[in-house]
């Protein structure tokens, strides 16, 4: 029904709280099965076998992948080429290792090459990217089986971190809240459907905050789904006033989407007092990876789809410890495969022991995505991961922040808040900075009165007008956060 119904929910959506609590009320006691398809079944005893048993994971995966490519050869145009250069008896990675790299250019340049001839239209699912690697772009998921695939997937992220039925869940995750933009509208909303208590991204600056509290004593979430960037400010008034009813009750903290810095998660920490747990995902559903309570890693779900790290030559990484660019082929997708998808998001393979996902690729992190990268005036790069607010105690009293560069080794900081920064603390933090850097990066300082967030409600910590490809080859290395 999900597939079925979702071109409708932005009527929903829109409509008065009473009507989202009748409707949404009665939908959400429909069966699972009827409400995420016949496959959300499948879905579910994949993912339950394969967090028990490694062996028949392992096999199952190969045949996942097998089944994949001789599905992109056989149907996709774009792939046609590949099949002279497979064997029988060849295994998914060795079958694996003959296709190109895809490129997101090439991909939003000829979409059709890339749609399976066997599949007809009415099995096309529209989505569309949110342009956060600067290249917005439509593509088609398969109806009736990647949204099945993703609500079992996402269902099982909640069991991991303790969500049961009962549970009321405070999301700040973009989601536009109607009339939010009326000066005296509601800025948050409640969806039974989901028990979200939708927060408007759009309102995080310390005036609005008594309201959500308000919202939070209301509804008493007891989980939180949020963007990184838009729990922080939440984050950073409730430290400053305290709400032990409201922050108490919470048990887990899971966050999604954005890049994830080490002093968002210390202060969500801090003030929470639970567990945080980190989704990876994106809108092409080719591989999905979360973290668990007692290991901060991300671990790839290998039914999901199959990871790979290559380096900036597109040779394979294989070292723990060497950054590489993720690279993912998804499976249960027959209407448009992507092999070899480059993500544009860089991690390390990990070298610690694996015990507690067995048959789990893991990385030791995700340091970013590739626009993510400031360029140092002798062409050397620095992840933006390097640089955050938990380094520099004169951005301790600031809402947000935001680099802008346009030539190499000068970048412009932004930085949203009440009071400007004095000149002796500009120039502490763009010596910090420079030192940071190796002596790379030159800012200019400049308070702002606001910060845009993308159309998807995130926060972008690093605005990059460089090409980024043609500094590609002068940083091997990068720097330690």
């Known amino acids: 029904m999900e597939d079925l119904i979702h071109p409708f929910l932005k009527y929903y959506t829109a409509a008065p709280q009473w009507i989202k609590s009748s409707i949404g009320g009665v939908y959400a006691r429909f069966p699972t099965r009827l409400r995420y398809g016949a496959r959300y079944d499948d879905f579910m005893h994949d993912i339950e076998r394969s967090i028990h048993d490694p062996e028949w994971t392992e096999r199952r995966a190969n045949e996942k992948l097998i089944e994949t490519l001789r599905w992109a050869v056989d149907t996709v145009p774009a792939y046609a080429s590949v099949q002279s250069q497979l064997r029988a008896g060849m295994s998914g990675v060795e079958m694996l290792a003959h296709f190109p790299l895809l490129e997101k250019a090439s991909l939003k340049s000829q979409p059709e090459a890339y749609l399976s001839s066997a599949m007809p239209a009415r099995a096309r699912l529209v989505a569309h ?51 939010a933009d009326r000066p005296d509208g509601p800025i948050w909303m409640y969806d039974p459907i989901k028990r979200y208590l939708h927060l408007s991204s759009d309102h995080l600056e310390p005036p609005h905050m008594a309201r959500y509290v308000a919202a939070a004593r209301e509804w008493r979430p007891t989980f939180i789904h949020a963007f990184p960037s838009a729990l922080v400010p939440l984050a950073k008034w409730l430290e400053a006033h305290p709400a032990p009813d409201v922050t108490e009750r919470i048990r887990c903290v899971q966050l999604f989407s954005e890049n994830v810095y080490d002093y968002q998660i210390d202060l969500i ?27 901060a890693r991300y671990f790839f779900w290998p039914l999901y789809g199959k990871l790979e790290l290559v380096d900036f030559q597109g ?53 970013g995505r590739l626009q993510e990268f400031l360029v140092c005036r002798e062409q050397r790069l620095v992840s933006i991961c390097t640089i955050g607010a938990a380094h520099f105690e004169q951005l301790a009293d600031a809402d947000r922040m935001q680099f802008e560069q346009r030539e190499p080794g000068k970048a412009l900081l932004k930085v949203l808040s009440e009071t400007d920064l004095s000149s002796a603390a500009k120039e502490k933090l763009a010596a910090g900075i420079r030192s940071k850097t190796q002596g790379g990066l030159d800012v200019e300082i400049v308070r702002v009165d606001q910060i845009e967030r993308t159309s998807s409600g995130k926060h972008k910590l690093l605005v990059q007008h460089l090409n980024i490809s043609h500094y590609l080859g002068a940083s091997h290395v990068m720097e330690d956060s």
């Open 269 to 295: 920490r801090r003030v929470f007092n639970c567990p945080v747990l980190l989704d990876y995902g994106h809108t092409e559903r080719a591989v999905k990876a979360i973290s668990l309570p007692d290991d």
């Open 315 to 367: 040779q394979p990484v294989t070292r723990p410890g060497e950054l590489g660019e993720i690279v993912a082929t998804g499976f249960d997708n027959r209407v448009m495969p992507l092999v070899r998808y480059r993500t544009g998001d860089l991690a390390m393979w990990s070298a610690a022991p694996n015990t507690l996902r067995p048959g789990f690729a893991a990385v030791d992190r995700i340091e």
């Open 129 to 179: 990217t949110g342009g956060s690697t600067s290249i917005p772009m439509k593509l088609y998921l398969e109806k009736y089986v990647s949204r099945s695939k993703d609500f079992a997937y996402n269902g099982t992220f909640d069991s991991v971190a303790g969500i049961g039925p009962g549970d009321c869940i405070l999301a700040l995750r973009g989601r536009t809240v109607p009339g």
